[in-house]
T-cell receptor, first 114, second 109 residues
Framework: EADIYQTPRYLVIGTGKKITLECSQT?????MYWYQQDPGMELHLIHY???????EKGDLSSESTVSRIRTEHFPLTLESARPSHTSQYLC?????????????FGPGTRLTVL | GQQVMQIPQYQHVQEGEDFTTYCNSS?????IQWYKQRPGGHPVFLIQ?????EVKKQKRLTFQFGEAKKNSSLHITATQTTDVGTYFC?????????FGTGTRLTVIP
């Protein structure tokens, strides 16, 4: 059973605030990903990591940053939230060596920036 | 760049009718995956197809991978209200999966 946790599940915040979205997993998977998804729309990759101390930007330009100090945690930080950041943020992990394997998604964080 | 397009974008069906979504890639894929996302939920893996022309079934769901490995389809027979959601296909890119644009299915009871 895949265990991926995301907190908070919902967040309403004012413009200019710094926020960190947490993602943690108990499966020991090396590869982790952050996606941004507007309701019912396609997923956009914003960051990914192949393991500890590995972080890369994804396809969607993002004003966020990530860190991977421990295998279990892959937090996403917005230094200064803006209304354009309003969206759902999904964290995912992949087992094994390749990235072609099944992705396990967390429940997501719904962010609203006023 | 690599693109994975899905059609239709939306589909409304009467409960009991069949449903099909199509996925087309601009490049040949080594494999293709399908995911389902319930309203308000997160994507959940359904299946992976690897071989050219491969057909796999899961109860009322039939998945097919094209001979040229550039397209795929998901067919649901006799839809039920539990089938409601958005169905995404996904193909491998250099560093990640490329998710399709998704087909949102509504089932009218």
């Amino acid at each position: 059973e895949a265990d991926i946790y995301q907190t908070p599940r919902y967040l309403v915040i004012g413009t200019g605030k710094k926020i960190t979205l947490e993602c943690s997993q108990t499966m020991g998977h090396d590869k982790m990903y952050w996606y941004q998804q507007d309701p019912g729309m396609e997923l956009h990759l914003i960051h990914y990591s192949y393991g500890v101390n590995s972080t890369e930007k994804g396809d969607l330009s993002s004003e966020s940053t990530v860190s991977r100090i421990r295998t279990e945690h892959f937090p996403l930080t917005l230094e200064s939230a803006r209304p354009s950041h309003t969206s759902q943020y999904l964290c995912a992990t992949v087992p094994g060596l390749g990235h072609n394997n099944e992705q396990f998604f967390g429940p997501g964080t719904r962010l609203t920036v006023l | 760049g690599q693109q994975v397009m899905q059609i239709p974008q939306y589909q409304h069906v009467q409960e009991g009718e069949d449903f099909t979504t199509y996925c087309n890639s601009s490049t040949t894929l080594s494999n293709i995956q399908w995911y389902k996302q319930r309203p308000g939920g997160h994507p959940v893996f359904l299946i992976q197809l690897v071989k050219s022309g491969e057909v796999k079934k899961q109860k009322r769901l039939t998945f097919q991978f094209g001979e040229a490995k550039k397209n795929s389809s998901l067919h649901i027979t006799a839809t039920q209200t539990t089938d409601v959601g958005t169905y995404f296909c996904a193909g491998p890119g250099a560093n990640n999966l490329f998710f399709g644009t998704g087909t949102r299915l509504t089932v009218i009871p």
